[in-house]
């Protein structure tokens, strides 16, 4: 699969003393820091200051150092695991399923909400007065709309509008628009919302956020598509950390929130992105996205042109056998 068997990372890390990391530590020095990486949600000072409460009581836990790093992009963040200057890190799916299939990382535990949701939406949205109504309509003008999206890495502000409602209708997003716009949710939000963009993609969990922050904008916005249940975000570590450690590691952060501290912790909790805790998840929690990818391969390759049928069948095969070897990889560990 193009995206996630052969994509070579090229983003770095974003320059401050606040960012500053480490290599994994394996065991060489029990006292060395560990380091949290955090999928990029708003800026990477809001993300530091939502995430520090709950790893200031992490690194107390663990009687170690416990540094941040958050960063601009979700490249950012996927250059730091690939050189092995993240120990532990917060991430989406799509992310975590690199990290677990390429970088030597396992799922300890998933976010969980406090109305129960299993999960949150991609969205398309236009601003409220936007004479776009249907999706239909939307189609109806290539080359009409300046559109805004997430990166590529993103799995509701890319991955998932591209498979379901893009390439469903044999759309390529970066070339039917006017012009793409690539930028986190919440610039992607405040573009429209102030006229600079006509659609872009979202989610609603970020919207939720989005509304809180932005209340006067976000009533100047509406959506027009939603997709299916996507499965929350992830915590992934380093298989080279020593197993008691990473075991101490993964009963933290799913019981945090539920103790004797636990009015304290909720409250903490609370300030990242408005989560109820941690649920214990391993590897096959990422299933989903790896349908997800091989969904959009094959709408791809349906719409490609083919030297031969041989060659198109070849390709359908590679597809299909790619998609079945990750799955088994998850579901083996």
Known sequence: MRAWFSACVLCALCSGPVLAASPAQGDVDPNAPLTFGILPIGGPAESLEAWR??????SKALARPVRAVSVTTYEGIAQAISEQRVDIAFLSGRLALDAVTRQNMQVIG??????????????????????????????ARPGKWRFARG?????????VPET??????????????????????????????????????????????????????????????????????????????????????ATFITSY??????PREEAN?????????????????????????????????????????????ARFHKITADHDAVVKQLDGK
Not at 257 to 262: R, S
């Open 269 to 313: 909790l609370k300030l990242i992105h408005d989560i109820s805790g941690f649920a214990r998840a391993g590897n096959a929690v990422l299933v989903p996205f790896v349908d997800i990818e091989y969904s959009l391969e094959k709408r791809r390759a349906t719409s490609a042109q083919w030297v031969s049928e041989a060659a198109r069948e």
């Open 53 to 58: 409460p709950m790893l200031d009581d992490l």
């Open 110 to 139: 998933q976010l969980t909400r406090g109305d129960g949701s299993r999960g949150y939406y991609a969205v398309v949205i236009v601003a409220a007065d936007s004479r776009l109504r249907t999706v239909d309509q939307l189609f």
């Open 151 to 159: 990166e590529a890495l993103s799995v509701s502000g890319y991955l």
């Open 257 to 262: 929130g539920k103790g004797k501290d636990g």
């Open 164 to 249: 379901q409602l893009f390439a469903a209708r044999n759309v390529d997003s970066d070339t039917f628009f006017a012009s793409v716009h690539i930028d986190n949710h919440q610039n992607n939000a405040l573009a429209v919302a102030n006229g600079e963009a006509d659609v872009a993609t979202n989610n609603s969990a970020d919207l939720e956020r989005f509304k809180q922050h932005f209340p006067d904008q976000y009533a100047r916005l509406r959506v027009l598509w939603q997709s299916s249940l996507i499965p929350h975000a992830v915590i992934v570590i380093r298989n080279d950390l020593p197993l008691a450690l990473r075991e101490r590691v």
